[in-house]
């Protein structure tokens, strides 16, 4: 059997799924594209940055350097000029290379003729650079664990060289230029957490609007099932809700006039079938009198008797079965109950010969209707009496378990089969050759309308244990 799913649950899913679906998705969205714009924004800034590096310093000057050369006044010049445009613009470092990414100069220490092995990565955009299109590389991390950019332009060759560009300025974007993004995304980051809290509580706030009136109509619908038909149900909306509300009320109100009806009924058949019972059972005493000493007509008197007390059983049994009050629950000890069934059985188990015995050693309270449960006990007692050969026993026991108290009735009659067992609770299902098939239903139902439950444990041969399982009341 799957588990069942609340509505509540379900209306939650079918609400918050596709607003964190929406609010996923539009986080990432704008995530992309401030990412995008800030980093073209970068790009852009550095090209620029390179650009102006390329102006302040002369292709001619970058020429004559070679290694070796950084302690030259030449040199020295260049890098302060490439120093000051840095600290100028804020970048995080300006430096000049050849297609062979050979440096030519660098504000930091390194030396002219060091290979920048980092630009191996923008092969493609320093095509573009030596062709003499200024150029940006995409983001990339560094040894700190950052990311960075750089930007790149060409230094304007000599004049009357047609050939290609032979040094380029590159400038790499400090970390503190990204972190306006990272920024951003924080910001986004909380919007959406804030939006997805909100979103949240509003879906259960709607979500406990609806299903309250869901949750006043399935307690409804438990107590019509358990035949509970005098409370109305209302309906608290115009919408489907409440048409469902004014269905189910009318639906107890149709079940409550019959169940009138058939109080009705049965009363009648009390008073049609009883009337003529006790007319018979009269006639079949005074014919007893009459034909005193005639033992074969005697014999027929006694085997109409009979008849007559089983039919009287059988209605009996249906009115109860049929008329049974709702309990009226009392704070009980349960095994005093047990010792007072006890007392109404031990003249039935001494005809029997069976041994009756009580096993409850401990009080074990209970909520219960007393007139009722004791009914049902008996009824167990009885059925467990009869399954007795001579020199049987039956057990009555009481015991806690946890939150429980368990009465049991145990008997070392015949046993039940298995295929019967299932069926033994089900309303007119007797092994009697003129059982009712009420008794077991009767102790099922009053079980059910205390909290509690029945279970039986039997096999062909070995007796039968039947168990009534009933919330136990703290002391």
């Given amino acids: 059997m799957s588990r069942r799913v609340p509505i509540l649950t379900k209306l939650l899913g079918a609400t918050l799924l596709p607003t964190v679906a929406t609010f996923a998705g539009f986080g990432l969205l704008a995530h992309y594209i401030a990412r995008r714009s800030l980093e073209e924004g970068l790009g852009r800034r550095l090209t620029s940055v390179a650009q102006a590096a390329a102006l302040a310093v002369r292709s001619e000057q970058v020429d004559l350097l070679q290694p070796g050369d950084e302690e030259s006044r030449a040199y020295r010049n260049v890098r302060r000029k490439l120093t000051e445009l840095r600290d100028a613009t804020g970048v995080q470092r300006i430096y000049l290379f050849d297609p062979t990414a050979t440096s030519r100069g660098d504000t930091e220490t390194l030396p002219i003729g060091a290979r920048y092995y980092a630009l191996d990565a923008a092969r493609s955009e320093l095509g573009l650079v030596f062709a003499g299109t200024a150029a940006s590389s995409v983001l990339f991390t560094g040894k700190d664990g950052a990311l960075y950019k750089s930007g790149f332009a060409p230094l304007t060759p000599l004049e009357g060289d047609a050939g290609a560009p032979r040094v380029a300025a590159g400038v790499d974007g400090s970390a503190a230029l990204y972190e306006q993004l990272a920024g951003f995304r924080r910001t986004l980051f909380a919007a959406s957490a804030a939006g997805l809290t909100f979103m949240g509580a509003l879906s259960i706030v709607v979500a406990r609007f609806i299903t309250r009136p869901l949750r006043r109509l399935e307690r409804a619908a438990r107590a019509i099932g358990e035949g509970d038909l005098t409370a109305t149900i209302t309906a608290t909306s115009a919408d489907e809700i409440g048409y469902l509300a004014t269905t189910l009320d009318t639906m107890r109100e149709q079940l409550r006039a019959r169940d009138e009806r058939l109080q009705m009924m049965l009363a009648g058949i009390a008073h049609e079938v009883r009337n003529p019972l006790g007319g018979m059972e009269l006639f079949a005493g005074i014919l007893r009198d009459e034909l005193a000493g005639d033992m074969e007509k005697l014999a027929h008197v006694g085997r109409i008797e009979r008849e007559l007390g089983h039919l009287k059983t059988v209605v009996n049994d249906f009115l109860e079965y049929a008329r049974r009050a709702r309990p009226e629950l009392t704070p009980t000890d349960a095994a005093d109950l047990l010792r007072e069934v006890h007392q109404v059985l031990a003249a039935d188990a001494e005809r029997e010969e069976v041994g009756l015995i009580v096993d409850a050693p401990h009080p074990a309270r209970v909520a219960c209707d007393p007139p009722q449960l004791r009914r049902a006990l008996l009824n167990l007692g009885r059925n467990a009496l009869q399954a007795c050969e001579a020199g049987g026993q039956v057990t009555l026991g009481c015991s806690v378990d946890g939150a429980r108290v368990r009465l049991s009735v145990r008997d070392t009659g015949r046993g039940i089969d298995p295929e019967k067992r299932a069926k033994i609770f089900t309303p007119f299902f ?31 041969g070995q007796g039968a244990l039947f168990t009534l399982h009933l919330p136990r009341l703290e002391s």
Avoid: M
Avoid at 430 to 456: M, P, Q, Y
């Fill in 430 to 460: 007797t092994t009697r050759e003129k059982g009712t098939g009420l008794g077991l239903a009767f102790v099922a139902e009053i079980a059910r309308d205390h909290g509690g439950t029945i279970a039986v444990d039997s096999a062909p």
